[in-house]
C-alpha cells in the first residue's frame, strides 16, 4: 500500500498548509472525532457493567465489573422490549415505504411542465413550508378528527410527507428525466401511471434511496409522536420505551407477573441502571452501523435540500 | 381551421392525461389537506374560549369567540418574556456558532492533506446527527447524574463536591449551546464541504504560481466563493428564529422544573400546557410563532430571491 499521500507527491500542493499545520489540523479532528463517538462508548460500557458495580460506583468510561446481565435480562423478560422493537420496525418500513409513493408520486406530477393543475398543486406542497397550524390546532385534529389517539397510525402518518422531500424529488425529475423518455411513452399509448410506476421510478433509484433514508431514520428516532398520541405502552416503540424508562427505571419490571416472580422480588433484583441504557444501545446499534454506508446519499439530499428548499 | 382542430385535440390529450397526473397526486393532496391544511383553519381555536370535550369540529364551531383574551391571558403572564428571551436568545447564539464553526471546520478538513482521513474524521462528527434525543437524553445522563455520573466521579475524585447538575439552572445554557453544536457538527459541514470541493482548481493553480500563501488562498479564493452558501444559510436559518428544537429543550433538560428559566422556549411551553389541557395559552402563543414565523420566513425568502433567484423557495 502507498505511504506517500496525494500532497507529497506534489500532486495536490493547491489549497494545503504545510506539514506542521497539516497535523495540527489532524488533531484537532482527532479530538472533535472522539468528543463526538466516546459519548456513546460510554453507554455502551454502561450498559455491559454489572449492576452491582454501578450501584457501589457508579457509572464509568469502562465497565469495572464486565457483565452480560442488561442484555440477558433483556432478552430473557423480552415481550416487552421485543414488541417495542416490533413497533419500531413495523412503523419504520411501512411508514418508509408509504412516505416514499406518496412523495414520489406528488415530486413527478408538479415536475410535469405541462400539467394543468401544476400551479395549484406547487401551492398546497409550498404554503406548508411557510405557515403552519401549529402544535395545537394539529393535536386536536389527529387525535379527536382523525381518531389517531393510541393508534399505531399516528406514528406513521403525519411523519410521511415533507415538503422539503418533495421539492428534492422534484428537482430530481425536473433535472435527470429526459422529457424525449416520457413523450416517446405518451406516444407509445402508455397512462400516466403506467410511466410512473414502470419508467420513471425504476430510472429514479438515487433519489429513492436518499427520501427512504430520510424517512427511515425519521421514523426509528421518532418519539415525539409517541408522546403526543400514545398512552398504552403495547404501543411503545423504542424510543418511547426508553423515554419511559429515563423518567421511571422500574417500568421495566412491569411484566413481573410474567416471569412468575412478584413484582417487589423483581425490582429489587432486575439489573435497572445498565438494561436502560442496554434499550439505548438496542436503538443506536443498527443506525451506527448503517449511517456510514449510506451517508453519501444523505449528503446528495442535504446538498439538493439546502440549494433548493 | 387546423389550428383550431388542432387546439381541440391538445386539450382533449391534455385532459386524459390531466386526469391521470391528478389520480396520481391525489392521496398527497388528500395528505397534505388532512395533515397540514385542516390545523391552518384549526388555528382559530386560540380566538375561542375552546372546550376539549367532545367533537373536534363542533366544538371549534360551537365554542364561543374570546376576542384577544388567551393573548391577553399569554403575554401577562411572567412565562411570555421568558419564552421570548429563551427562544429568541438561544437562536441568535446558534445561528452565529452553526455558521461560524461549521465553516471553520469545512475549510480545515478541506486543507488536510490525507483526504481519507478527513472522510473518516466527518463519518465519525456525524454520528450525533444520526442519534434521537431521547438517546442523547440518556448519554446526558450518564455524565450529569448526580450520583453515577461521570462527571461527578470526576469533581470527586479531584476532591471537590459533587454538583446536582440538573438543579442548577447557570450551567444549562452552556450545556445546551453545546449539545446543540454536538448533535450538528458533522450536518453543519456537509453544505460547506460540498462547496469547498465544487471550486476550480485552476484558482488555486494560478493563485500558487503568483506566490500566494495558504492563508492567501483561504482569504482571496475560497472564503469569496463561499460567501453565497454562507449568506444564504444564514437568512434561512434566521427565517426560522421563531422556532426551536423541543428535543433539545424538553428531553436532554429532562424536564426539570428548577431549570425551567433557562430551558424553556415557544415550543417547550406549547407542550406543556397542552398536556396540561390548558388550550387557551397554548393555543394563542402557537398562533404567535405560527404568524412570526411565516413573516420572518417569507422576509428571508424575499432577501434569498434578491441575491440568487435559483435558491429562493418561491
Not at chain 2, 385542516?38 to 380566538?47: D, R, S, V
Given at each position: 500500500m502507498a505511504t506517500r499521500t496525494a500532497y507529497e507527491s506534489g500532486l495536490d500542493k493547491f489549497n494545503r498548509p504545510g506539514k506542521g499545520v497539516n497535523v495540527i489540523f489532524n488533531l484537532i479532528f482527532i479530538l472533535l472525532a472522539l468528543i463526538c463517538v466516546v459519548p456513546m462508548l460510554v453507554v455502551l460500557s454502561i450498559s455491559l457493567s454489572s449492576e452491582e458495580s454501578i450501584r457501589q460506583t457508579g457509572y464509568h468510561m469502562f465497565p469495572t465489573a464486565l457483565s452480560g446481565e442488561a442484555y440477558g435480562y433483556i432478552a430473557q423478560q423480552g415481550t416487552m422490549i421485543l414488541r417495542?422493537?416490533?413497533?419500531?420496525?413495523?412503523?419504520?418500513?411501512?411508514?418508509?415505504?408509504?412516505?416514499?409513493?406518496?412523495?414520489?408520486?406528488?415530486?413527478?406530477?408538479?415536475?410535469?411542465?405541462?400539467?394543468?393543475?401544476?400551479?395549484?398543486?406547487?401551492?398546497?406542497?409550498?404554503?406548508?413550508?411557510?405557515?403552519?397550524g401549529g402544535l395545537v390546532s394539529s393535536y386536536y385534529i389527529n387525535a379527536n378528527l382523525l381518531g389517531l389517539k393510541d393508534s399505531v397510525w399516528a406514528l406513521i402518518l403525519p411523519l410521511a410527507v415533507s415538503s422539503f422531500n418533495v421539492i428534492i424529488c422534484k428537482t430530481f425529475f425536473k433535472s435527470t428525466i429526459p422529457d424525449g423518455l416520457i413523450e416517446s411513452a405518451e406516444m407509445d399509448g402508455a397512462g400516466q401511471l403506467r410511466i410512473f410506476f414502470s419508467i420513471i421510478l425504476p430510472i429514479s433509484l438515487p433519489v429513492i434511496a436518499t427520501i427512504g433514508l430520510f424517512l427511515c431514520f425519521a421514523y426509528w428516532n421518532d418519539w415525539f409522536q409517541s408522546m403526543l398520541y400514545i398512552n398504552n405502552q403495547d404501543l411503545y416503540s423504542l424510543q418511547a420505551l426508553l423515554n419511559n424508562l429515563m423518567s421511571n427505571v422500574d417500568a421495566l419490571a412491569k411484566n413481573a407477573a410474567n416471569m412468575g416472580v412478584s413484582y417487589a422480588m423483581l425490582v429489587a433484583t432486575m439489573p435497572k441502571e445498565s438494561a436502560r441504557m442496554a434499550v439505548a444501545i438496542v436503538i443506536v446499534l443498527p443506525v451506527a452501523f448503517a449511517y456510514p454506508f449510506f451517508q453519501r446519499y444523505f449528503i446528495s439530499g442535504l446538498t439538493i435540500g439546502a440549494v433548493k428548499g | 381551421m387546423s389550428t383550431k382542430a388542432k387546439g381541440r385535440r391538445l386539450r382533449t390529450q391534455w385532459r386524459k392525461q390531466d386526469?391521470?397526473?391528478?389520480?396520481?397526486?391525489?392521496?398527497?393532496?388528500?395528505?397534505?389537506?388532512?395533515?397540514?391544511?385542516?390545523?391552518?383553519?384549526?388555528?382559530?381555536?386560540?380566538?375561542?374560549?375552546?372546550?376539549?370535550?367532545?367533537?373536534?369540529?363542533?366544538?371549534?364551531?360551537?365554542?364561543?369567540?374570546?376576542?384577544?383574551?388567551?393573548?391577553?391571558?399569554?403575554?401577562?403572564?411572567?412565562?411570555?418574556?421568558?419564552?421570548?428571551?429563551?427562544?429568541?436568545?438561544?437562536n441568535i447564539i446558534f445561528i452565529i456558532l452553526h455558521i461560524v464553526i461549521p465553516v471553520a471546520l469545512a475549510l480545515m478538513i478541506g486543507m488536510l492533506h490525507n483526504r481519507r482521513a478527513g472522510k473518516v474524521y466527518q463519518t465519525m462528527m456525524f454520528l450525533?446527527?444520526?442519534?434521537?434525543?431521547?438517546?442523547?437524553?440518556?448519554?446526558?445522563?450518564?455524565?450529569?447524574?448526580?450520583?453515577?455520573?461521570?462527571?461527578?466521579?470526576?469533581?470527586?475524585?479531584?476532591?471537590?463536591?459533587?454538583?446536582?447538575?440538573?438543579?442548577?439552572?447557570?450551567?444549562?445554557?452552556?450545556?445546551?449551546?453545546?449539545?446543540?453544536?454536538?448533535?450538528?457538527?458533522?450536518?453543519?459541514?456537509?453544505?460547506?464541504?460540498?462547496?469547498?470541493?465544487?471550486?476550480?482548481?485552476?484558482?488555486?493553480?494560478?493563485?500558487?504560481?503568483?506566490?500566494?500563501?495558504?492563508?492567501?488562498?483561504?482569504?482571496?479564493?475560497?472564503?469569496?466563493?463561499?460567501?453565497?452558501?454562507?449568506?444564504?444559510m444564514f437568512i434561512l436559518a434566521v427565517g426560522r428564529i421563531f422556532y426551536t428544537d423541543f428535543g433539545l429543550f424538553f428531553q436532554v433538560p429532562r424536564d426539570a422544573n428548577s431549570l425551567f428559566n433557562v430551558t424553556t422556549t415557544i415550543d417547550v411551553l406549547v407542550y406543556k400546557q397542552l398536556k396540561t389541557a390548558t388550550v387557551g395559552m397554548a393555543s394563542a402563543a402557537a398562533f404567535v410563532q405560527s404568524v412570526l414565523g411565516c413573516i420572518t420566513i417569507l422576509t428571508a425568502n424575499w432577501i434569498v430571491r434578491r441575491l440568487d433567484p435559483d435558491s429562493a423557495m418561491i
Open positions: 417495542a422493537l416490533g413497533v419500531s420496525l413495523f412503523v419504520t418500513i411501512v411508514g418508509t415505504v408509504l412516505g416514499i409513493l406518496l412523495t414520489t408520486s406528488m415530486g413527478y406530477v408538479i415536475s410535469r411542465p405541462n400539467y394543468k393543475l401544476k400551479g395549484l398543486l406547487t401551492w398546497i406542497v409550498f404554503i406548508p413550508m411557510i405557515f403552519n | 386526469a391521470e397526473l391528478t389520480l396520481l397526486a391525489l392521496p398527497t393532496t388528500i395528505w397534505y389537506i388532512l395533515f397540514c391544511f385542516l390545523p391552518m383553519f384549526g388555528i382559530i381555536i386560540a380566538f375561542k374560549n375552546f372546550k376539549i370535550s367532545g367533537g373536534f369540529l363542533s366544538n371549534v364551531v360551537n365554542s364561543p369567540w374570546s376576542g384577544f383574551k388567551n393573548f391577553e391571558f399569554l403575554f401577562k403572564s411572567n412565562d411570555a418574556w421568558i419564552i421570548i428571551r429563551n427562544t429568541l436568545g438561544y450525533p446527527y444520526f442519534l434521537s434525543w431521547v438517546v442523547v437524553s440518556a448519554v446526558g445522563w450518564a455524565f450529569l447524574s448526580f450520583d453515577k455520573g461521570i462527571v461527578n466521579q470526576m469533581l470527586v475524585n479531584m476532591g471537590s463536591e459533587p454538583i446536582n447538575w440538573y438543579m442548577e439552572p447557570k450551567y444549562w445554557p452552556y450545556f445546551l449551546i453545546f449539545m446543540n453544536v454536538w448533535k450538528g457538527l458533522g450536518y453543519g459541514m456537509v453544505v460547506y464541504l460540498a462547496t469547498i470541493t465544487g471550486i476550480d482548481r485552476t484558482y488555486y493553480e494560478a493563485a500558487v504560481i503568483d506566490g500566494a500563501s495558504i492563508w492567501q488562498q483561504t482569504r482571496f479564493i475560497t472564503l469569496p466563493l463561499m460567501k453565497l452558501v454562507i449568506v444564504m
